[in-house]
């Protein structure tokens, strides 16, 4: 009997570690690959820099209608597997300390070279600008069919991603194919987005940058906080912070929920402590203009949009004129700047997908069809959405190791 042939669909991060799990374990590997070359979209992980997996991780930061299917999938695959995985391979990482781990040369090429000479080494073929359109299942395995060739193989794994980033070769191929072959999927939208709001000022606060705490409201409840770099933008806000959240609030847009937010410019400070240092402020230099007086306690570009916001008409009032009540206001409005959330960004600007097809369908240790004998998937293209930082690559390292190993062994 000859090698056992596997088809792999997408060549991304889970498809490429899938081929490599398999072809060392003896398989004929092909690899089938849209664009013109393998992992276009590691390449932008990270901003550039390949953030390969976070020390933190586990279900706690999956989302989709059942995150506990991680768990077993990371089991097999573990964060210290992924890291000695890339080590021999000569890829040394470094670890921050909120988990995000990169290789040391904060470039992601590195990874995506030392997986490509892995494919090599492994003898893996490699069919580039080669979409698949459809599977068919028969008695001996699968036919693949392409525009203008049939391939035949005993195994299939399915790593096609999603439509996120359609600029690096997102598409809807792999839920396509899925589907056609049976498979069930949830409603998909784009998440690690950034987000529009209603704010009138946002064009003129443009490129703007400040350290601040961000709270979630959705239907006026409140529902998590995270802090680090607000970015406003002419469309509204984005930044880690927010694409972080951009997870719950499209979630929650999806199901036509009211979603606010506020934002906290000074989340070390309480209320009353800003007032207090205001009315110091404002009373050391009563013939100053209220604008004049406000620099230095906030980014400059903000003074105009807090004054009023803060219910202030004229800028050039003098501190004087401010009285116990404004104080409060300027106060509140930099704690609780508030802000209505009514979309986000195109699937352009998203850096994954939300929703896909229904992890119920699948075995959660072997990543095998519970439909059909021989068909795996691995990767984005199911209903499972990890949390900003690392943590959707260590899923496509886990179940794309998990599909490859179990693709070898399984009895057609």
Known sequence: MGKRRIAIIGGGASGMIAAITAGRSGADVTVFERNDRVGKKLLATGNGQCNLTNLNCDRSHFHGEDPDFVTDVFKCFTINDTLNFFNSL???TVSENDGRTYPRTYQASTILDVLRFELESCGVRV???TPIISVKK???G???QSADTRFISDAVIIACGSRAAPQLGGT???IDLLKSLGHRATATFPVLVPLKTDFLHSRHLKGTKVLANITLFINDKSITSEYGEVLFTEYGLSGPPVIQLSILVNSALQQNN???CTVDLFPDKTHAELKDHLHKRFTKKPTVSIETTLIGF???????SVISESGITDLKSLSSTI?????????????NWAFTINGSLSWNDAHICAGGIKTSEFNNVTMESRLIKGLFVSGEVLDVTGDCGGYNLQWAWSSGFAAGQSAVKVEL
């Open 90 to 92: 000569g890829a040394l």
């Open 258 to 260: 009211n979603v606010k």
């Open 172 to 174: 809807t191929s792999g």
């Open 127 to 129: 069919k580039t600008q």
């Open 323 to 335: 009285d116990i009540r404004d104080t409060d206001r300027i106060a509140s409005t930099v704690k």
């Open 138 to 140: 028969n008695r001996s």
């Open 298 to 304: 906030i980014h400059k570009r903000l003074i105009t």
């Open 142 to 144: 699968f036919t693949l």
